[in-house]
């Protein structure tokens, strides 16, 4: 593969080479005949139709590439407290998304105590929504706190998920502070709260010249919705939203782990996201060098949101160490 490469490439550059000797030349003639009308006649017209051709050939060639993705957001807490059901019941299981998500409640109850009265959508899905869009940060902030030019390593395992593997320190980034985030969504109690552990001396690391933005819309009675964050730039158009689809009473994931009486399990909520995720890496840009590195940024982004967030790996990761079968330890071998 390699080898295959090394040639591609000694041919591109020969072609390249050919081209540019041969246009010089051209070049060198005409203007040495420019007097001659015949030269004129015939030259430019020639030139015109072949510019027109390689123009049309760049353009047919170019293609627009789309990369997307989606999964469920899924919170299970207590109705009256909106305390996480792992953390409340101390049942001895608490997702990920769901250990942060009680560190974010506590510092909005503590800076705003009548947050939770003021859900639209009850219980605490209005609530959970903002906390949805502050753990999207958490987990853009942990990746990309350095340059936007990373490597994830991918583990997959029932017990470890993925993780920073290094990151390029000679990449230009423009690098955003957590005051600039939290001024996208003034709205939001859960961006407001005070940064923790990380975000207040870290920044985050996007391409040079993206725009970033968001936005929250509200339903009719004022209740979150979704919730909206873009970054663009001259190679790639990149989107995620959350969408609230609504809860019912039930444990949920929990399901898994515990088994609550009904009495108990109609006093716990389970609020349902959609995220979605979506990319589009723009055709007049999409053979540049750089290309490749604006890929791998979007498969990081969509690697760390859905690491933070995604409900459904977090089920099968949990079925399958549910699951596991347990195994005897080797009998030893007895020393002679």
């Known amino acids: ?10 041919l591109k550059w020969a072609v390249i080479v050919f081209v540019v000797l041969t246009a010089a030349v051209a070049a060198w003639l005409g203007w040495q005949n420019r007097d001659s009308e015949k030269v004129i006649l015939t030259a430019l017209p020639a030139l015109a139709v072949a510019t027109i051709g390689v123009l049309l050939t760049i353009l047919f060639g170019l293609k ?6 989606e999964f469920p957001a899924v919170f299970t807490y207590e109705r009256a407290s909106l305390i996480p059901l792992g953390l409340a019941r101390d049942i001895g299981y608490l997702p990920s998304s769901e250990t942060w998500a ?10 705003h105590p009548d947050a939770i ?28 706190g350095k340059t936007w030019d990373v490597k994830i390593d991918k583990r997959d395992l029932p017990f470890l998920g993925g993780g920073s593997g290094g990151y390029d320190e000679a990449t230009k980034s423009d690098l955003i502070p ?38 929250v819309k509200r339903d009719s009675s004022g209740g979150f919705a979704q919730a909206h964050i873009s970054m663009v730039n001259d190679f790639v158009d990149l989107e995620i939203r959350i969408k609230l689809r609504g809860g019912a009473a039930g444990i949920g994931i929990y399901s898994l782990v515990a088994h609550l009486p009904q009495y108990e399990s109609s006093n716990v909520w389970t609020a349902n996201y959609l995220v979605s995720m979506k990319a589009k890496l723009k055709a007049y840009r999409s053979g540049h060098p750089d290309m490749p590195k604006y890929q791998a940024w979007v498969d990081n982004v969509f690697e760390a949101v859905k690491e933070q967030l995604d409900s459904q790996r977090e089920w099968e990761r949990k079925k399958e160490s549910v699951t596991l079968p347990k195994t005897s330890p080797l009998p030893m071998k007895k020393s002679s």
């Open 1 to 10: 593969m390699q080898g295959e490469a090394t040639v591609i490439s000694v």
């Open 178 to 215: 957590w005051s600039k985030i939290s001024g996208l969504f003034p709205g939001s109690y859960a961006l407001q709260a005070p940064p923790v552990l990380f975000e207040e001396k870290m920044e985050l690391g996007i391409p040079v010249g993206t725009k970033l933005s968001g936005e």
């Open 102 to 111: 009680s560190m974010h409640l506590q510092e909005i109850t503590t800076a």
């Open 117 to 144: 009265t003021k859900d639209k959508n009850s219980p605490g899905m209005d609530m959970y929504g903002d906390i949805a869009l502050r753990l999207v940060f958490d987990s853009l902030f942990l990746t990309f």
């Open 64 to 69: 627009e590439e789309i990369r997307e993705t």
